[in-house]
């Protein structure tokens, strides 16, 4: 059993500093230091691996086809208002053999993402998986199963939708049969091509956090006082969405945000790189006054006159996007703002860890920071 | 560069082998197409017209000319006159992946020959496209041998002929496409000469003017700090992440993306401002300033001030009393208490503001 030996070696990411808030502890978490785990299982070459770069590193969907085939647990992790790690399984392993240890695998973990490939035999996929889940329901009853139907882009509309129900109803008849009756599993149709998967991911987590309920009341609470058709509070860097107001969607706001918080990302790369390096120039004067601590972004668009897209940075991880409907009040961005403001400090009463890091602890992802946490290069006055 | 003679229309030719990729340049350029939408593109019958609006005062009158032998035998022998005459700029398409790189050289050869009997004051580009089908590692070199061996070819245009390494997947077809576009507008000097002015005025640490459809960068102005700034790509990849955000907002909003146009944008964070906003009929103004609302405020009602003059600029009727329009705008605006706070010692421009 060579994987079981080298799991104590497998790639552990790197981190700077140990987190020191647990505040995102996942129902059947211990207390122990380690982190929440989201395991990604399925059969060989389903697309385990592609979706973790693609979500996790921000490879491109194109550049997937060039992934090796995975041969030990890769294990990414996500710092953000919570950590938690992503354990990325090799696909052709038995893992309920009596000489592997289960529990070092699934103790701690929040879900199990279960990746089936609707563009293949699938039959296959979906006994390995009622085996999984059947063996996990006596030990870990608590653990929520995500089966992700992957690679949909390849099917059309009709043939997507019929794979789709098909699956669901093998997985839950085949439990049933068993006798697990209403088994803790969701399904989702996915796909790396487009916003799927990172929609996909968001309902994943989401179900890990138990300030969820309260997230969603503050946000609902937003939209009412401003009028705002839909908010989000995004995780920047993986664009996941950790909560939105529980007003029905069209489907496409999702993708809005997460484009618009690309083009903000964007932006600050270029024009917020690190000045001080620079300073030997005495040219530059540099202002004791600084603008505002927390990048914010509007856009208006031409047609309609009213502010539709609005950004706020919540503090190092979280972002707060608003799709603003035609009756918001455009010229009433102040109202906006204040009332963020009061977002912001009840979110920080939720989630502790939702304050500000102390300086000298850097954020993981070069590039993308916004700069607040380095004082120095625009407080500095001459 | 080449201003003074003011002209309404410009001819553009784009010429190259059949396959090579002109028509899904222009598409993306000009058409508002992603770079994976161009499969559908059929090949070019004929000569395909367009017309551009740039900056008011020109006006591109681009012909694409399908590349398959036949045409390109008719423009050389019957429409002769009428395809090669009065052009200002030919683009010619190397595919870098062609098998008969000799023959495309040929082609090319004959093609200069005709425009130099036509329009021997054109000016001459050459985009080796489809870079992206090569090895990173070799491109450079790859791109630098194909360059001598065309500019050996190119007879008349020798020495002003200009080459572009191109791929529609990055931003290098815009970095090409800007330098196109910069080289055909008559009065880019004096537009560029109202900009500094006003970079100074607002104390901006880059201003960029870009067309609105294209989101090609017209011409842009750096001061202090910012030409330290390490990404010297910054205004292809701002065209690039400009037109991507465009077509989202089309695509959500179900609004066509030629009038998916955003009145104005701005991002705020603790180490710079960054603004866009719209300047005249067809241009965009991007302005990145110091992290401070008081610079943004003046900064934004200066560039609404200053909107008629770029305006004047546009339809091409003012003359070029540039200096003396802008200094007035700035005068009556009651700027003068915003500028004083943070007015830099010894710095004599600003002094003519108040």
Partial sequence: MRYLQELPDADIPHTEMPPRYHTGRLPNSKAGDDKPRLLLMGQPRSGKSSISSVVFHKLPPSETLYLETTTRIKKESMHSFMDFQVWDLPGHVDYFDPSFHVDHIFEEIGALIWVIDAQDEYLEAIMQLNKTILNLQHSYPSINVEVFVHKVDGLSDDYKADTFRDIIQRVTDELSDHGYENAPVSFYQTSIYDHSIFEAFSKVIQKLIPQLPTLEALLDSLCQSCRIEKAYLFDIMSKIYIAADTSPTDGGSYEIASDYIDVVIDVSEIYGWDRTLALEVEEEEIRGESGCNDAESLITMERKGNHYLYLREINKYLALICLMGDDSPAEKKAVIDYNVGVFQTALKQVFPRAEREPPGHHHRYEGVEFGHDEPAAVGVGR | ?354
């Fill in chain 2, 1 to 354: 560069m080449n201003t003074g003679k003011r002209q309404k229309q410009r001819k553009v030719l784009l010429m190259g082998k059949s396959g090579a990729g002109k028509s899904s340049m222009r598409s993306i350029v000009f058409s508002n197409y992603v770079a994976k939408d161009v499969r559908r593109l059929g090949a070019t019958i004929d000569v395909e017209h367009s017309n551009i609006k740039f900056m008011g005062n020109l006006m591109l009158n681009l012909w694409d000319c399908g590349g398959q032998d036949g045409f390109v035998e008719n423009y050389l022998t019957h429409q002769r006159a009428h395809v090669f005459s009065s052009v200002a700029v030919l683009i010619f398409v190397f595919d870098i992946e062609s098998r008969e790189f000799a023959a495309d050289v040929i082609s090319y050869s004959s093609i200069i020959r005709a425009l130099q009997e036509n329009s021997p004051s054109a000016k001459v580009f050459v985009l080796i496209h489809k870079m992206d089908l090569v090895q990173a590692r070799l491109r450079q070199q790859l791109f630098e041998e194909r360059a001598e061996y065309i500019r050996a070819a190119s007879e008349g245009f020798k020495d002003t002929v200009e080459f572009w390494a191109t791929s529609i997947w990055d931003q290098s077809l815009y970095k090409a496409w800007t330098q196109i576009i910069y080289y055909l507008i008559p009065n880019a000097g004096s537009i560029e000469a109202l900009l500094r002015q006003l970079a100074e005025v607002i104390d901006a640490r880059e201003l960029i003017l870009y067309e609105r459809t294209t989101c090609l960068t017209v011409t842009h102005v750096t001061r202090g700090l910012e030409e330290r700034n390490p990404f010297t790509d910054r205004f292809e990849r701002i065209s690039s992440i400009l037109k991507t955000h465009k077509q989202s907002m089309a695509k959500h909003t179900n609004l066509p993306p030629n009038i998916a146009n955003f009145a104005e944008m701005q991002i705020k964070t603790g180490r710079f401002m960054f603004f866009i906003t719209r300047l005249t009929e067809n241009t965009n103004l991007a302005a990145a300033i110091p992290p401070s609302e008081q610079i943004f405020n003046a900064a934004r009602v200066n560039i609404s001030l200053v909107r008629p003059r770029f305006a004047e600029l546009d339809i091409g009727s003012a003359k070029a009393s540039a200096r003396g329009g802008i200094q007035q705008a700035f005068a009556s605006s009651g700027m003068g208490a915003v500028e004083d706070g943070r007015r830099r010692d010894g710095e004599g421009e600003s002094g003519g503001v108040e």
